[in-house]
T-cell receptor, first 113, second 112 residues
Framework: KAGVTQTPRYLIKTRGQQVTLSCSPISGHRSVSWYQQTPGQGLQFLFEYFSETQRNKGNFPGRFSGRQFSNSRSEMNVSTLELGDSALYLC????????????FGPGTRLLVL | GQQVMQIPQYQHVQEGEDFTTYCNSSTTLSNIQWYKQRPGGHPVFLIQLVKSGEVKKQKRLTFQFGEAKKNSSLHITATQTTDVGTYFCAGRVETSYDKVIFGPGTSLSVIP
């Protein structure tokens, strides 16, 4: 069974731009969670989607948004990028909900200049 | 707010020495999961503990969930260079939102 895939793997943007990241969960998994990982802050939870609905949300500004499609694939969007948004963005899929075992993708490394 | 802390933040050990990382929550947890992230990699699930006082072993790794379900530990016996990485605990908090909160991780270095 294929693992969690994320595209793109690397991205360079400039301040003020927006970016869309994509995550394809393991086949059959219905929950997708997004995390931001930085050296200083560790793993910060962004949001969880299950059955195309946002179920949980972390403490991030409204510039961070996401959605989930009927095939469970998920996208995350960050608008008006700031330098501090430079990070590794990880998505994780679970069979049902986030509380179960999460399988992480390789991440998208975003650099904002 | 709800927090999950881990100590120590960093640990350097000689190969063959033991290693322990502790995870402490400010609130009672429904379950706790442990993940390992190798340098340059992504977190990989190790184990989940659910019951109060539960102890589980995976070869040289021993995981424990506290009686009050507020703390947990991971102990590695006779570390090897393959144990290098950051170990995260993640606790499920039983609120109306059922969140999972990750600890900041303990970074383990093993000196050969």
């Amino acid at each position: 069974k294929a693992g969690v895939t994320q595209t793109p793997r690397y991205l360079i943007k400039t301040r003020g731009q927006q970016v869309t990241l994509s995550c394809s969960p393991i086949s059959g998994h219905r929950s997708v969670s997004w995390y931001q990982q930085t050296p200083g802050q560790g793993l910060q939870f962004l949001f969880e989607y299950f059955s195309e609905t946002q179920r949980n949300k972390g403490n991030f500004p409204g510039r961070f948004s996401g959605r989930q499609f009927s095939n469970s694939r998920s996208e995350m969007n960050v608008s008006t990028l700031e330098l501090g948004d430079s990070a590794l963005y990880l998505c994780a899929s679970s069979l049902l909900r986030q509380q179960e075992t999460q399988y992480f993708g390789p991440g998208t490394r975003l650099l904002v200049l | 707010g709800q927090q999950v802390m881990q100590i120590p933040q960093y640990q350097h050990v000689q190969e063959g020495e033991d290693f322990t990382t502790y995870c402490n929550s400010s609130t009672t947890l429904s379950n706790i999961q442990w993940y390992k992230q190798r340098p340059g990699g992504h977190p990989v699930f190790l184990i989940q503990l659910v019951k109060s006082g539960e102890v589980k072993k995976q070869k040289r790794l021993t995981f424990q969930f506290g009686e009050a379900k507020k703390n947990s530990s991971l102990h590695i016996t006779a570390t090897q260079t393959t144990d290098v990485g950051t170990y995260f605990c993640a606790g499920r908090v039983e609120t109306s939102y059922d969140k999972v909160i990750f600890g900041p991780g303990t970074s383990l270095s093993v000196i050969p």
